[in-house]
């Protein structure tokens, strides 16, 4: 009967290509779900698909560069099969908008960061009538999307926003422009989700936003610690992990609640973006290097044992060596369980692309595999001290590079493998660490945690 079924309603397919931070995860989620609702079965191979859609990322040139070099892929596709339905949403899309379709003929639709709930309709209106491209980038701060379906990418670990957009306005970055002023989503909505995610199967959950502090500022219903707290207490929920934090407004009662909570994981990622306080000034950022490490003290002495990560740019605007020598001895200073390294990309509309003094890219270059041989060999140091010890582990499944080997990760956010022994996706498990390495842990399994 299914056969028929299928002759006669030809299944549609819909390829949706992902860039960018965790944001875009949970945004293309929940356009995933709304093609689902319209007899989209998402594939893997986007050669064969009947839509295509890009969710998109501008945080860095190279990031964009990846979707333009997309973009250009889908344009034999679509001379083939000019049924195929493409369309580009994200970061990029808000703020390139008619530009894109300018560069691009052959997109059907730029669909804008406050307008990711827009996309059924979109797609329906396309399906019934091909017209010209359809532009909507509309308000950027539009209102929070609720009660669209979400299609998870993940079996055991669900992505949650709990606000949209960012008010910091940091000098190097583009996000307060394509992601619109701080929203916050109302706490019984975020419940629902959770209690939603949990009765479905899912053990953990990350609470998501550009700066997780600022959480409830507008509606002022509950703060970020109430609703760590109201994670925390959905029956079944196994894991509860945030990002990103601010340090400028990370809070004496968010460290609390992960002090306190039951379920709430060990780690903070800690933004610090440089360790110059001339550099900090001119990045916006809103902090020195002293009061950061004072944050860090803080965190420390609360939760002992738990990790800290961070970003860190090199070569923005006027860094000198000795800018570069104090962001050294901050990492140092800090030691971070790892690091995410990147080089400064000017962002056109932001203030420090305006800057004099912009850095060589081989100075940048330079800069970034000095700093990266320093955060290694701490990382690998802080894993060292792990050698021979149990970690509880959720276990996820078969790593992607090796079916034999299984992935979870601690609750402090590191990767462990081990040899596969029993189907436990899904599982708390014991791991003996038996190798740690700068970016992995590699151990064997004892047994149920
Ligand atoms: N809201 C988060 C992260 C946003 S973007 C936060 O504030 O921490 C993720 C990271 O990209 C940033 O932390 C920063 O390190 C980096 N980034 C942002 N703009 C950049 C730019 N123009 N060039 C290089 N790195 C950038
Ligand atoms: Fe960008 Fe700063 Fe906002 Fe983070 S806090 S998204 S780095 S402007
Ligand atoms: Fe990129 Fe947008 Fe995230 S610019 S980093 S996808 S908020």
Redesign the pocket.
Do not use: A, K
């Given at each position: 009967m299914t056969e028929q079924i299928k002759k006669s309603t030809p299944e549609k397919t819909a390829f949706l290509g992902v860039y960018g931070?965790q944001m875009n995860l949970a945004d293309a989620e929940r356009m995933a779900g709304q093609l689902e609702s319209l007899g989209y079965r998402r594939t893997e191979e986007m050669a064969a698909a009947d839509l295509i859609l890009l969710v998109t990322c501008c945080?860095?040139e190279t990031a964009e560069d990846k979707v333009y070099g997309k973009i250009g892929e889908i344009k034999g596709l679509k001379r083939q099969r000019p049924s195929l339905l493409f369309g580009v949403a994200g970061c990029m899309a808000q703020k390139e908008g008619d530009a894109l379709i300018k560069r691009a003929p052959h997109i059907d639709f730029v669909l804008g960061t406050g307008r990711t709930g827009e996309l059924g309709r979109v797609v329906r209106e396309l399906e019934a009538e091909r017209g010209g491209p359809v532009v909507d980038t509309g308000d950027v701060t539009g209102p929070i999307a609720e009660g669209c379906p979400v299609a998870r990418r993940t079996p055991l670990s669900a992505w949650v926003p709990v606000m949209y957009g960012?008010d910091n306005f940091c000098t190097?970055?583009i996000?307060p422009y394509v992601r619109g002023r701080e929203r916050s989503r109302r706490p019984e909505d975020i419940r629902r989700e959770i209690q939603e995610a949990v009765a479905q199967g899912y053990r953990e959950i990350t609470l998501l936003g550009?700066?997780v502090n600022s959480y409830g500022k507008d509606h002022k219903q509950a703060d970020f610690a109430d609703l760590l707290r109201l994670a925390d207490d959905v029956p079944g929920i196994e894991r509860v992990r945030f990002m990103?934090s601010?340090p400028k407004d990370l809070s004496r009662r968010v460290i609390e609640a992960v002090r306190d909570g039951h379920h709430i994981c060990e780690h903070f990622h800690l933004?610090v973006?440089h360790g110059s306080d001339r550099l900090l000034k001119a990045m916006n950022r809103g902090y020195t290097a002293a009061a950061y490490r004072a944050v860090v003290e803080e965190i420390r002495a609360a939760v002992p044992g738990a990790s800290l990560t961070t970003?860190l740019?090199v070569g923005f605007p006027g860094e000198t060596e000795q800018d570069f020598e104090a962001l050294l001895d901050l990492v140092r200073a800090v030691r971070f369980d790892a690091a995410y390294t990147?080089?400064?990309?000017p962002?056109s509309g932001t203030p420090a692309a305006k800057m004099d003094d912009q850095v060589p890219d081989e100075v940048k270059r330079d800069r970034l595999h000095r700093l990266m041989a320093v955060q290694d060999e701490i990382s690998r140091a802080i894993n060292e001290r792990l050698r021979g010890q149990a970690v509880e582990v959720l276990a996820e499944g078969p790593s992607q590079n090796d079916p034999a080997v299984w992935t979870g990760r601690t609750r402090t956010g590191k990767i462990v493998l081990w040899p596969h022994e029993a189907e436990i996706a899904g599982e708390l498990v014991s791991v003996r660490v038996a190798e740690p390495q700068t970016w992995v842990l590699k151990g064997v399994l004892e047994q149920g945690a």
């Open positions: 931070c945080v860095r960012c190097y970055c996000v550009q700066n990103t601010h933004p973006q970003d740019i990147f080089l400064y990309s962002r």
